[in-house]
């Protein structure tokens, strides 16, 4: 299994390394696209990696063959997992890091601490990961949408606004599938027990997605 995670890391490492490469010689959209798919190889490593910590390896499949948007949530889980490593240390039961128990740094400040590094950690990532924005930014890198009207759909950021902050995100990313066993099993636990990692329905992804690229495509980017 060791072998081919880093098999898999290396893809990613690859793809953010074409994606730099594309949004140097000015094509943002194909770069955007390319960052996220190296965050979903990023996002697969990490499930390939769960198996040896006793996790189902159907279960694992399903999460591998489900789609795109699940290996995306991956690195929403890893940002919730950081929020408590803010806030707390995380320290292994046994040899073999596989259980974990979560000890806090603060006192009777804990909920307004960690409702606070959730707030600036994920507020941002909860509408691009969830509802699907940073899918439907990768695929219209790459495809040319026709709307009910036969007119060409305006692709979301075409300008490249949004593809500085995939670069970071990716490289995060790709971070988090190098992560220890430690990290690895509680990164885990977040992604199969916490339904704030869910991703929204398709319907309701659907409705929502029009007003989150509006309000996203407004927003000063490269000073936020």
Known sequence: MDAVV???????????????????????????SLF???M?????ACLLRWVDHGYDRDKIFKELATGHIEKQLVYLAYIYVKCIRAVADIVPRA???KQFDVKWKVGDNLREALAKE????????????????YDHVKQSGFYTDVKSDFTIADPAFKDGSISHV??????DAIAMAREDQLT???????YFNSTIIEPISGKQRREMLPDIIERLSKRDWYNS
Request: no cysteine; charged share 30%.
């Open 6 to 32: 880093r098999d898999i890391i290396a893809n990613a490492e690859r793809l953010y390394a074409d994606a730099i490469r594309m949004r140097t010689l000015g094509s943002h959209r194909t770069a955007s």
């Open 36 to 38: 996220i798919l190296a």
């Open 40 to 44: 979903e190889e990023a996002g697969k």
């Open 166 to 171: 995939l670069e970071e995100d990716t490289r």
């Open 118 to 133: 959730i707030y600036e950690r994920t507020d941002y990532h909860n509408g691009t990961l969830r509802t699907g924005l």
């Open 184 to 190: 690895q099993s509680v990164l885990a636990a977040m």
């Open 95 to 97: 040899a073999d890091h």
